[in-house]
Antibody
Framework: QVQLQQSGPGLVKPSQTLSLTCAISGDSVSSNSAAWNWIRQSPSRGLEWLGRTYYRSKWYNDYAVSVKSRITINPDTSKNQFSLQLNSVTPEDTAVYFC?????????????????WGQGTLVTVSS | EIVMTQSPATLSMSPGERATLSCRASQSVSSNLAWYQQKPGQAPRVLIY???TRATGIPARFSGSVSGTEFTLTISSLQSEDFAVYYCQQYNNWPLTFGGGTKVEIK
């Protein structure tokens, strides 16, 4: 059974960097049949997919256009986890952040529905 | 970007009743649609993927169907634990997009 456990601060100052980690158990961040995602949820924007990392003989990343200039998602194979960094945050980045797995991938594509999800982290951007 | 529109925003129902939730895509997403349930303070949980396939462990009272770009989630007989918010998500095109949700509340 795959489980995702999130960690990271719940308060970030404006203009600073939001950093969260998602630890994986029951699967591998290096799996060739999975992709590892970050999604956020806020009252104003609803559920918003932010980006993903996945391994297919080498590492790949995809990011949402809305955050592409500010986001980095990195795998950490030594700890079997992946991380989210979002730079230059503003109060509009205040949201609950989730990590989630896509578990049905072939060598060329994925069925991009999410299961499981991490427990969520409320991140507030405020001075 | 494909816009997913869910209706109604709120559904007031009694336990035992049949609930029908709708999700409309702004363009074709084939059958690449998932439904999620979210309870307060929890992460979403997948119920249905491929428009009509129940995820592992999901009770048979949950079913999904599609007609063109109109998707339906049906809960055949509401149980107390089913009162929650439900979201649809398309995964046919990038970016992946979610609907705004339907809250199923106790009448």
């Amino acid at each position: 059974q795959v489980q995702l456990q999130q960690s990271g601060p719940g308060l970030v100052k404006p203009s600073q960097t939001l950093s969260l980690t998602c630890a994986i158990s029951g699967d591998s961040v290096s799996s060739n049949s999975a992709a590892w995602n970050w999604i956020r949820q806020s009252p104003s924007r609803g559920l918003e997919w932010l980006g993903r990392t996945y391994y297919r003989s080498k590492w790949y990343n995809d990011y949402a256009v809305s955050v592409k200039s500010r986001i980095t998602i990195n795998p950490d194979t030594s700890k079997n986890q992946f991380s989210l960094q979002l730079n230059s945050v503003t109060p509009e980045d205040t949201a609950v952040y989730f990590c989630a797995r896509v578990g049905y991938c072939s060598s060329t594509s994925c069925s991009n529905w999410f299961d499981p999800w991490g427990q969520g982290t409320l991140v507030t951007v405020s001075s | 970007e494909i816009v997913m529109t869910q209706s109604p925003a709120t559904l007031s129902m009694s336990p035992g009743e049949r609930a029908t939730l709708s999700c409309r895509a702004s363009q074709s997403v084939s059958s690449n649609l998932a439904w999620y349930q979210q309870k307060p303070g929890q992460a979403p949980r997948v119920l249905i993927y491929g428009a009509s396939t129940r995820a592992t462990g999901i009770p048979a009272r949950f079913s999904g169907s599609v007609s063109g770009t109109e998707f339906t989630l049906t809960i055949s007989s509401l149980q107390s634990e089913d009162f929650a918010v439900y979201y649809c998500q398309q995964y046919n095109n990038w970016p992946l997009t979610f609907g705004g949700g339907t809250k199923v509340e106790i009448k």
